[in-house]
């Protein structure tokens, strides 16, 4: 990946709407190789996918909470089974396995306090389960879905052609 791949990931983690024109265009290619250069990043795994972000609050899940779950064992079984159960649940909507205090840490989006508490009753029956924390959030001062792209990551394009000659 290059400068050029920086530039377009960039772009498109902050808006995939514009036309492969315009995004061509911001970037300095014609179309063809924008497409082809967009193209490649997702068969190489690097765009995973496209999708339109939501507000929570005007979905009516404006509720966000973090959980976290130390494990009531530590089996490739009981890890398969919690993974399994957790993944399938709607209102999770990230889940991670940490180093530290909690051996799980997830991100939670329910309407109320009502539906978190059905939320805890189907989590808890998943699998065994030695502790759980609820942390409720109070206000979002920040959300992002767009990584740091730093320039470490990508090859210099100047760099790469004067070694090329």
Known sequence: MDEIDRNLLAMLQEDS???IAQIAERVGLSPTPCW???QK???AGVITRRV?????DRVGVGLIVFVTVEAGDHTPAW???FSAGVT???AVMELYRMAGEADYMMRVAVSDMAEFDAFYNELITI???KKVTSRFAMERLKSTTAYPLRSAAFRDRRTAEVSAD
């Open 17 to 19: 709407t514009p036309s």
């Open 36 to 38: 082809k250069r967009i």
């Open 41 to 43: 990043l997702e068969l």
């Open 52 to 56: 339109a972000l939501v507000a929570p």
């Open 79 to 81: 890890l398969e089974r």
């Open 88 to 90: 399938a649940m709607p």
């Open 127 to 129: 699998a065994p389960l």
